[in-house]
């Protein structure tokens, strides 16, 4: 990867899920020029179904691979190393509707006090994924700014999964930013 910026960088972590996040990848890749010169990170925590090699046959993302797994906290190593001024976290089972990420720019471009922007996710049954809480981010589709996720000091690399959306949430605001569900944006989670 170059030290190069970029606009938009996308972050997810699998394990064990080779077909599932190859999909992804494929839907991802669909887009077309909403991920054109984008960096895409996926994190393989420590997969023993060739998750890996098969992501560098078939696709330009990089893959990460670990030798244990860290959960969902580990696209905190992608984040770190992550080029994009829109840092955007998906699940290895979750990708933007078209649309969805020119939007995301447009309102962090429009609000410099906005740290994260989340998505509505969608289930394959029609109902919609929420958090208990209002201006809580869920991981499979949020995006951030990269400076305000820096200030914040990123995802917690200690938790596994599930409590690192509400802390990080909570971390942005205590930063002063804002943290805002937009109705323009939607993601599809396969869950």
Do not use: W
């Not at 609000?111 to 208990?132: F, N, Q, S, W």
């Not at 509400?166 to 109705?183: E, N, P, Q, W």
């Amino acid at each position: 990867m170059s030290s190069r910026a970029c606009e938009l960088s996308i972050v997810l972590a699998t394990y064990n899920r080779r077909d599932v996040v190859l999909a992804t990848l494929h839907r991802l890749y669909g887009l077309g020029d909403e991920v054109r010169g984008a960096e895409i990170i996926v994190v393989d925590n420590a997969s023993t179904d060739g998750t890996a090699g098969a992501i560098a046959q078939r696709f330009p993302a990089a893959c990460m691979p670990l030798k244990q797994n860290l959960g969902a906290c580990a696209k905190a190593l992608a984040a770190d190393i992550a080029r994009g001024e829109l840092v955007v976290f998906l699940d290895d089972d979750s990708y933007p509707r078209p649309g969805t990420l020119t939007a995301m720019r447009a309102h962090l471009d429009r609000d410099p006090k906005l740290g994260a922007v989340r998505c509505h996710a969608h289930l394959p049954d029609g109902r919609r994924e929420c958090c208990a809480f209002p201006n809580v981010f869920i991981g499979c589709g949020v995006g951030f700014r990269r400076t305000a996720l820096a200030a914040a000091g990123g995802l917690d690399r200690t938790l596994f999964m599930q409590a690192e959306e509400y802390d990080l949430s909570f971390r942005l605001i205590h930063a002063g930013f804002d943290v805002r569900t937009c109705d323009d944006l939607h993601v599809d989670h396969l869950k």
